[in-house]
Each structure stands twice: as C-alpha cells, then as structure tokens.
C-alpha cells in the first residue's frame, strides 16, 4: 500500500523520491542500487513511528555520509 507518508523523508519531510512505486512496476530505486547498506545510525534517527513505512531521501544519506566521513577524518 501506497500512501503519501511513504513518498516522504522521514528525516527531512521533502519528497524521498524513493522508486517504491517503479519497483512495484518492475523498476528499481536508487536507495536498493547504492553501494552500500542504509548506515544503521541514521536509520536510528528516524522516529520510530515513521520506522520501516518509508525511505530516507538520497540528500539525507549524502549528507549524513558527508558528516560520517568528515568525523572519520578528525
Ligand atoms: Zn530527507
């Protein structure tokens, strides 16, 4: 099921842009062909009644990845 919740960041409220609704048709998401796994830290910061019902957008995992590596490196 398909609801507007699930189109939504449960991060940042923007759009997630998640292809959900392509993959239904046989396409696919950039959040399922990205290199690595959703970082479990930053699943964690989704409030845990917006948990599992939508995907975090492309900018709120660039821009957590931006902060993770820059934490690395100090
Ligand atoms: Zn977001």
Redesign the pocket.
């Known amino acids: 099921m398909i609801n507007e919740a699930a189109a939504t960041?449960p991060?940042?409220g923007?759009d997630?842009l998640c292809g959900i609704k392509e993959v239904l048709t046989g396409g696919t998401c950039w959040c399922m062909n990205k290199a690595e796994r959703m970082p479990q830290e930053l699943l964690e910061r989704v409030p845990p009644d917006k948990r599992r019902q939508s995907c975090?957008?492309q900018?709120?995992y660039t821009a957590y990845m931006r902060e993770a590596r820059s934490r690395e490196a100090q």
């Open positions: 960041c991060l940042c923007n997630n975090i957008c900018a709120c």
